[in-house]
Nanobody
Framework: QVQLVESGGGLVQAGGSLRLSCAGS????????MGWFRQAPGRGREFVAA????????YYGDSVKGRFTISRDNAKNTVYLQMNSLKPEDTAVYYC?????????????????WGQGTQVTVTS
């Protein structure tokens, strides 16, 4: 049974930083691409970032490019999302997602495994 557990969310002022972590278990973590998505109230799930199995390839949503960084530590079965220069519009529940292949993908449908989400709130 695959499990993904996020941590690191919280309340931060605009301009601040947070680092989210996602610990995976239940399958060979290093074989699969991972992604981060977010969902604000009343909105659909938005792609934030994705990383391939080795960490050598990453993709970002346009709204976070240059501010957020996705990385992974396969020895710890963990993927990270470093979020800098946070804005109030970054406020959302952030979800970690495990892919069905080693590639980094932007589409929600390419991720069969999801964490429970962690709330990030950015105040102005």
């Amino acid at each position: 049974q695959v499990q993904l557990v996020e941590s690191g969310g919280g309340l931060v002022q605009a301009g601040g930083s947070l680092r989210l972590s996602c610990a995976g278990s239940g399958r060979v973590f290093r074989n699969y691409g991972m992604g981060w998505f977010r969902q604000a109230p009343g909105r659909g799930r938005e792609f934030v970032a994705a990383i391939n199995w080795s960490g050598s390839s990453t993709y970002y949503g346009d709204s976070v490019k240059g501010r957020f960084t996705i990385s992974r530590d396969n020895a710890k079965n963990t993927v990270y999302l470093q979020m800098n220069s946070l804005k109030p519009e970054d406020t959302a529940v952030y979800y970690c997602a495990g892919g069905r292949s080693g590639l980094p993908r932007r589409e929600v449908g390419e991720y069969p495994y999801w964490g429970q989400g962690t709330q990030v709130t950015v105040t102005s």
